[in-house]
Structures are given as structure tokens and as C-alpha cells.
């Protein structure tokens, strides 16, 4: 069965640094991944999605996400973090239920703290 | 803004009683999808309905039943309601049609139902 795993609860990145939000994942055949952002007490923004092609997506409010094939990642970047990025973070990984239609299966979540 | 509107917005009840959240998908989606989040909790499936049939259940509840109607909108019916019901209720919704690679999950801003 497909997986996502998100290893970190909590990232804290310094205002102005690099920020990455890992994501690795188990799947069989061709993996479909997303990034999707949660603001406190809203619904989930998608941000990006890798399905073919080239290895580096780029996503809204200047994301990006590193597909590696090798390492089994997704991990989520942005070269220089705001606070208004901190939020809750999903990774996310496309499978399909028996009845055919699509089964979107999320990670449990990082929450990306910026500090000023 | 990302097409699926929920309402209500805020639900305040009391244990026992029933209530009925509704989710308006995107223009042109004919996937719904339920999710609960709890308290600083991740994502938990509910259920899936595909123009009108339910094609996928998740850890929803013998109290829990949704139904998709004939012009796509969903209804989530959650009754003899308890305490730990109280949680953020989403809606998603996909196309589920045509090129698999552009298939994503918008979702709703969030019914919060708290439950006294």
C-alpha cells in the first residue's frame, strides 16, 4: 500500500533561512505526491504536486518540492522563509481504492514555526 | 479561494443531539471526499462519494453517514453525538476524470463542530 511519512513534528527556521520540510514516501509504480499548507483554523491549500517529469516542482508562494527517486523523498523548500509561512504542512501521496477512484493518503504532518 | 464551499462555518451542540454539515464541491468535480481532524491531530478519511454512489469508507463512525445528491453537492450527518466528536470537519473534491496527472484535491474551509 502507498505511504507517506513526515519525520519531523516541528520545524523552526529562522526568518530569511532556507527552510525544508522532509517527506519520504513508499509506493509501487509511478508516485503521485502533493504539498498541501494549513493556516491555523483553515482548510488545506494545495501547494504542489510531482506527477512526471522534471524532479524539481515548483509550487505556490514561492515553494518547491525535490523529488528523489533514489532516496524515496519529496521534501518540501522554499530558499528563504517567512513568518507568514509558518503553518501545518501535509505531505501526500495519490493510490486508488478498490472501486476504482482515486485515494488521497496524507502524512500526519510538520508544523513549520518561523521565527523573526 | 479553492472552489468547495462548506457550511456551516461554526456548529455548537450539545451531546446526543444530530446535526448536518454541507459541502458544495468545485465546478466540474464529481468526487467528494469527508475528512475529521481532531485537535492538533492529522487527517482522518471519512468517506468518498463519486457522482452520487459512495465508493469509499474511511474510520467513519456507525453514528456518521453522508450522501452525495444529484447536483454533486454532500451532506455529512453525524448523530447521538459525544464529547470527542468535536473536531474540524473537511470536505475535499476532485474531478476523478480524464488525465490522471491532473487530478487534485481542493479542499473546503472547515465546519468546526463543538460538542457540549
Known amino acids: 500500500a502507498q505511504s507517506v511519512a513526515q519525520p519531523e513534528d516541528q520545524v523552526n527556521v529562522a526568518e530569511g533561512n532556507p527552510l525544508t520540510v522532509k517527506c519520504t514516501y513508499s509506493?509501487?509504480?509511478?508516485?503521485?505526491l502533493f504539498w498541501y499548507v494549513q493556516y491555523p483554523n483553515r482548510g488545506l491549500q494545495f501547494l504542489l504536486k510531482?506527477?512526471?517529469?522534471?524532479?524539481l516542482v515548483k509550487g505556490s508562494y514561492g515553494f518547491e518540492a525535490e523529488f528523489n527517486k533514489s532516496q524515496t523523498s519529496f521534501h518540501l523548500k522554499k530558499p528563504s522563509a517567512l513568518v507568514s509561512d509558518s503553518a501545518l504542512y501535509f505531505c501526500?501521496?495519490?493510490?486508488?481504492?478498490?472501486?476504482?477512484?482515486?485515494?488521497?493518503?496524507f502524512g500526519t504532518g510538520t508544523r513549520l514555526k518561523v521565527l523573526a | 479561494d479553492s472552489g468547495v464551499t462548506q457550511t456551516p462555518k461554526h456548529l455548537i451542540t450539545a451531546t446526543g443531539q444530530r446535526v448536518t454539515l454541507r459541502c458544495s464541491p468545485r465546478?466540474?468535480?464529481?468526487?467528494v471526499y469527508w475528512y475529521q481532524q481532531s485537535l492538533d491531530q492529522g487527517l482522518q478519511f471519512l468517506i468518498q462519494?463519486?457522482?452520487?454512489?459512495?465508493?469509499a469508507k474511511g474510520n467513519i463512525l456507525e453514528r456518521f453517514s453522508a450522501q452525495q445528491f444529484p447536483d454533486l453537492h454532500s451532506e455529512l450527518n453525524l448523530s447521538s453525538l459525544e464529547l470527542g466528536d468535536s473536531a474540524l470537519y473537511f470536505c475535499?473534491?476532485?474531478?476523478?476524470?480524464?488525465?490522471?496527472?491532473?487530478?487534485?484535491?481542493?479542499f473546503g474551509p472547515g465546519t468546526r463542530l463543538t460538542v457540549l
Open positions: 501526500a501521496v495519490r493510490d486508488i481504492f478498490p472501486s476504482g477512484t482515486y485515494k488521497y493518503i
Open positions: 462519494y463519486y457522482n452520487g454512489e459512495e465508493r
Open positions: 475535499a473534491s476532485s474531478v476523478e476524470e480524464g488525465n490522471p496527472s491532473t487530478d487534485t484535491q481542493y
Open positions: 465546478s466540474g468535480d464529481l468526487s
Open positions: 509506493v509501487s509504480g509511478n508516485p503521485y
Open positions: 510531482y506527477i512526471t517529469g522534471d524532479n
